[in-house]
């Protein structure tokens, strides 16, 4: 609902479809009479036995009664700019609403993700330090040692990459839904 209220493009393609059926009632407006007033009035001292004043005032009335169907066509093809803006803006809708969708879902696995590698740093850590502890008893080799550190390298950097990928997937979401990163 959020992304359908704020994103922009909604907005555009919303006012695009007020557009559309305006121009359909502009298009019904042709179909009637048009009515022109008009009025003139002059001042004017030519002779001592001419008017002062002249004036004039008069209606016209315009109202064309065939035209071999331009305007009934022109009516129709509003129409049909009012359903291709409103076939468009449905278009949109739904691509928003799987954009956000999928965001979600992303943002929610990279949750997940975090979750996992903390645990598989928890698990490196234990394991380095049994391993350490082996290794001071003389229980276990170096090559044992530098595993476990490898290992505790790697979820340590794993655990850092699930915590940056929860932050893009966090800003993807944002920005489907309409917000700036920090909302």
Same mark, same amino acid.
């Not at 006012?15 to 559309?20: D, H, I, K």
């Given at each position: ?77 509003? @129409? ?11 278009? *949109? ?22 979750? *996992? ?49 929860? *932050?893009?997937?966090?800003?993807? *979401?944002? @920005? ?8």
């Amino acid at each position: 609902k959020a992304a359908l209220e704020q994103r922009i493009e909604l907005k555009q393609v919303r006012t695009r479809v007020s557009q559309a059926r305006t121009a359909v009632d502009l298009a019904w407006s042709k179909m009637a009479p048009t009515v022109n007033f008009v009025a003139q009035a002059q001042f004017a001292r030519a002779s001592a036995f001419g008017e002062d004043v002249a004036g004039f005032v008069g209606v016209t009335f315009d109202w064309t009664v065939w035209e071999w169907g331009a305007t009934k066509y022109g009516v129709d093809e509003a @129409r049909a700019h009012v359903r291709q803006a409103e076939a468009g803006l449905q278009q *949109l809708e739904e691509g928003i609403a799987l954009e956000v969708e999928a965001a979600w879902v992303e943002h929610a696995s990279s949750l997940d993700q975090a979750v *996992l590698a903390a645990e598989a740093v928890k698990v490196a850590e234990e394991n380095y330090s049994l391993v350490r502890k082996r290794f001071d008893n003389k229980a276990a080799t170096s090559f044992d040692l530098v595993q476990a550190e490898t290992e505790l390298t790697k979820a340590r950097s794993d655990e850092k990459m699930a915590q940056v990928s929860g *932050l893009i997937a966090r800003a993807r *979401l944002a @920005r489907a839904m309409g917000m700036g990163a920090d909302d």
